[in-house]
């Protein structure tokens, strides 16, 4: 994406990970919903335009948090035997580059930054079906996949068969410059 000429060189570099986001009509996705409201409210609180030239533009991901304690030395374990190379992918999260590439356009104001925490419990069934829906794993080749979700999910089992997941979502927020008028 280009935004206002040779300036705006962080855009382009983009990030290979992406945050989550729920299906419709899965089991979670109205209780997930509490956190993206938080969110919603952060961007749309505030003074409005006075004009339709003005604007504001929100950036915004859900980052999971890494788990605790013997679940996350038993899931790490997993990754690293059947996925190794998704192993730590949480740690990867970079997004300054939004920040540099609202910086660098001279069309908007310098930009904000919110964190909104909000968790989610899932059963063992919801959290192996969200995985299927994550890009790096619907990549995996079926079998891996299969082998690597399944245990995953006797991870989880055997850790009581429910996880708590908290997320950041991390917003980044700038307003429209408007021109003289």
């Known amino acids: 994406m280009r935004c206002c000429g040779p300036r705006a060189s962080a855009w382009s570099r983009g990030s290979s990970n992406r945050g989550s986001r729920p299906r419709n009509g899965s089991a979670s996705s109205t209780r997930r919903s509490r956190g993206i409201g938080s969110a919603a409210t952060i961007v749309t609180s505030g003074p409005r335009p006075h004009s339709c ?4 533009v929100a950036f915004f991901w859900n980052k999971g948090r890494d788990w605790a304690g013997p679940l996350q030395a038993d899931n790490d374990a997993v990754y690293a ?3 190794p190379h998704l192993s730590g992918g949480k740690q990867q999260w970079n997004l300054e580059w939004v920040a540099e590439g609202l910086r660098a356009c001279a069309a908007f104001e310098p930009p ?5 925490t909000w968790s989610q419990r899932y059963t063992t069934a919801e959290w192996v079906r969200l995985l299927g829906t994550h890009s790096d794993h619907r990549i995996l ?10 245990a995953v999910g006797d991870v989880i089992d055997r850790h009581g068969g429910r996880v708590d997941v908290t997320y950041d979502v991390e917003i980044h927020l700038s307003r429209k410059v408007n021109p003289p008028s």
């Open 81 to 83: 035997k059947l996925a």
């Open 141 to 150: 080749p079926e079998e891996q996949r299969t082998q690597l979700h399944a």
């Open 53 to 56: 030239r003005g604007g504001t």
């Open 112 to 116: 904000v930054h919110r964190t909104v």
